[in-house]
């Protein structure tokens, strides 16, 4: 028998434009399951993107996570992946 997912209760701050954008775009039927999608599919696609990187450059590589911004903020949009 396959093992059901566990949730935990969580408290956020959501602006309520795109919150209702998610739901209507993932066809959610409550914001709590709107929220619970939105976060997977981010996972899957950073997942994506890493497995992306490697097969591109042809060896596995470190991902440093994303990038701080500057105090006088970044030129440019931010980049997605510091290979090193």
């Known amino acids: 028998m396959a093992r059901a997912k566990v949730l935990k209760r969580k408290s956020f701050f959501v602006d ?4 209702a ?3 209507k775009v ?3 039927a409550s914001d709590a399951e709107a929220i619970r999608l939105s976060v ?3 996972a899957e696609m ?3 993107w890493r ?6 450059l042809g060896r596995p590589r470190v ?3 994303p990038r701080r911004r500057s105090a006088a903020g970044a030129a ?3 980049k997605r992946f510091v290979i090193r």
């Open 16 to 19: 309520e434009r795109a919150l």
């Open 21 to 23: 954008r998610a739901r």
């Open 26 to 28: 993932l066809g959610a």
């Open 40 to 42: 997977e599919r981010m």
């Open 46 to 48: 950073e997942e994506f």
């Open 51 to 56: 497995q992306e990187v490697e097969q591109r």
């Open 63 to 65: 991902w440093a996570g």
């Open 76 to 78: 440019g949009p931010p």
